[in-house]
Each structure stands twice: as structure tokens, then as C-alpha cells.
Nanobody
Framework: HVQLVESGGGSAQPGGSLRLSCAVS????????MAWFRQAPGKEREGVAS????????NYADSVKGRFTVSLDNAKDTLYLQMDSLKAEDTAIYYC???????????????????WGQGTQVTVS
């Protein structure tokens, strides 16, 4: 019933920018915690950013604070991740995720989320 589809991935040079989108269907995002995760080769999947509702609480991994911005458009049922000042270390497959809950936890934990997109590749080189 719930589907999440990422888009916007691609290649960028260090210092460049990309904006990822996650379109959600079959469920309203206004009462969900939504998040971005990423997984680089040889590493475990890690939480990047989370948000509850448009204008709600946001959380970021220390590695992306000040560079990435997560936002949510309730009218369009779309989650975004604006990635600025990209580094080679940001290279990974990025996934969006969703869980129906009243707010988000401070720590972005993979086990908290029920629905996942297929991922989109981001390459910074």
C-alpha cells in the first residue's frame, strides 16, 4: 500500500550540490516520521536526517550537519534532502524511509522504520 520512490541522485564534484526527492504514495506523510539513510560500500546503513511533519522537528547525523537540509512538503507528499558542500565521503546509496508514529526520535535508527524506498546512487568525485 505504501510506496516510496527516490529520485535526484547522480554525480557531483566535491563542493557541489544535489537535491534528492522521495515521493510517497498510499499514505499521508503528515503523521509520519520520515528519514534519509545512506549506505556506502563496505559500511553499514546509517541515518542521515529525519523530520516529522512540515516544519516539525529535524535531526541530522553529525557528519552532515550544516551541509544537508531535510524538508517535507505535505501537500505533495514528498520528502527532500538538499545536499550542499558535498564531500567524497558522501558517496553512497541513499534511501528514504517512513514510519507512522507521533514524532521522531532524536537518534535516527534503522530499526524504527517500516517502509523503504529502493535507493538512489549519489557519487561525489
Amino acid at each position: 500500500h505504501v510506496q516510496l520512490v527516490e529520485s535526484g541522485g547522480g554525480s557531483a564534484q566535491p563542493g557541489g550540490s544535489l537535491r534528492l526527492s522521495c515521493a510517497v504514495s498510499g499514505y499521508t506523510v503528515s503523521r509520519s516520521c520520515m528519514a534519509w539513510f545512506r549506505q556506502a560500500p563496505g559500511k553499514e546503513r546509517e541515518g542521515v536526517a529525519s523530520i516529522y511533519n512540515a516544519g516539525g522537528r529535524t535531526n541530522y547525523a553529525d557528519s552532515v550537519k550544516g551541509r544537508f537540509t531535510v524538508s517535507l512538503d505535505n501537500a505533495k507528499d514528498t520528502l527532500y534532502l538538499q545536499m550542499d558542500s558535498l564531500k567524497a565521503e558522501d558517496t553512497a546509496i541513499y534511501y528514504c524511509a517512513e514510519v507512522s508514529r507521533y514524532g521522531c526520535s532524536t537518534r535516527i535508527r534503522e530499526g524504527d522504520f517500516d517502509y523503504w524506498g529502493q535507493g538512489t546512487q549519489v557519487t561525489v568525485s
